[in-house]
């Protein structure tokens, strides 16, 4: 348990600073300053991409304000630390590429498949129960027929938090000290011989860490009342345009299917992964969701 504390613990910031923060969120900012810097209002692309730009830079400037920030909550309560944003940009720098950015070509880069034209979609997945993938690369052909091909998969790597790391225990952000078998002093090795559990809990994070840990990942998991969901709602201009407002309303019987879809696999008692005693049901990339904490849901746009 504690080695498993230590290798979520790192995983748990390489998540929040790279998948989440860097790849999901901050990735997004310079094409929306440049639409709005170069693109009119009137401009065709402006109005295909204006819906998906929705608060995005609103909640960017409020992360910089209250979590990124020196001594700020992702400092204090995540593995990284003072170097946290310093891990962002080294990983930015090295490995964030604009062409690896969809998802087939992410799943490629990462191993998770490898190209195969008599596949669906062009890919065989390495790991065939591999739930983020099969619906993802469902949700990702939708998007393609709609020519709005989009960054919409990592609102997997939001939505799910609390779900996932809300109980810390499951997944703490940080541990305080080391691995038992590292120097340890006579007296530490004895007492992690006589109680592990005390060393165990001195290992997780503090109250007050898993505490505001909770709290954070509540409100990031967080849905809106007003949240504006991908097939739901067609612009006014594309509203105006018959051949768009029938490719829209294609496209938004296509996110009704994959609703069906996913139900269809989480009921599938083959796939072990997301059906099964103790296992949640994948649904990350169900299009629709409620308002508050539902994990599942595909906004518009990066709102939180």
Request: proline letters at 7%.
């Amino acid at each position: 348990m504690l080695a498993k504390a230590h290798a979520l613990a790192n995983d748990s910031g390489y998540h929040q600073l790279v998948s989440h923060w860097l790849r999901n969120i901050v990735a997004p900012e310079p094409y929306i300053i440049a639409a709005n810097r170069q693109l009119s209002a009137m401009h065709p692309i402006y109005r295909l991409l204006h819906p998906y730009f929705r608060y995005t830079m609103e909640i960017n400037a409020l992360a910089r304000e209250k979590l990124i920030n020196a001594g700020g909550i992702i400092e204090s309560t995540f593995s990284p630390q003072k170097y946290a944003i310093e891990m962002s940009s080294i990983v930015y720098g090295l490995e964030w590429r604009f062409d690896h950015e969809a998802l087939p070509a992410d799943l490629i880069s990462r191993g998770m498949a490898v190209e195969d034209a008599s596949s669906p979609h062009g890919l065989k997945l390495t790991i065939e129960d591999y739930p983020y993938a099969s619906d993802g690369l469902e949700l990702w052909s939708i998007l393609k027929q709609w020519d709005m091909v989009t960054r919409r998969m990592n609102r997997a790597a939001n939505f799910g938090q609390y779900d996932y790391a809300g109980y810390f225990p499951n997944r703490p952000t940080i541990t305080r000290t080391k691995m038992p078998t590292e120097d340890p002093t006579e007296h530490e090795w004895n007492h992690f011989l006589e109680k592990p559990e005390e060393t165990l809990l001195q290992c997780y994070p503090s109250p007050g860490q898993a505490t505001t840990v909770m709290m954070i990942l509540d409100v990031l998991s967080s849905h809106s009342p007003d949240e504006e969901y991908l097939g739901q709602k067609a612009e006014s201009a594309w509203e105006a345009e018959p051949k768009i407002k029938a490719a829209y309303e294609k496209f938004k019987g296509r996110m009704e299917e994959l609703e069906g879809i996913i139900d269809e696999r989480n009921a599938n008692q083959d796939l072990k992964n997301r059906n099964g005693v103790g296992v949640m049901p994948y649904e990350l990339l169900k299009p629709r969701s409620l308002p508050g904490v539902t994990a599942k849901g595909v906004p518009n746009s990066i709102s939180i």
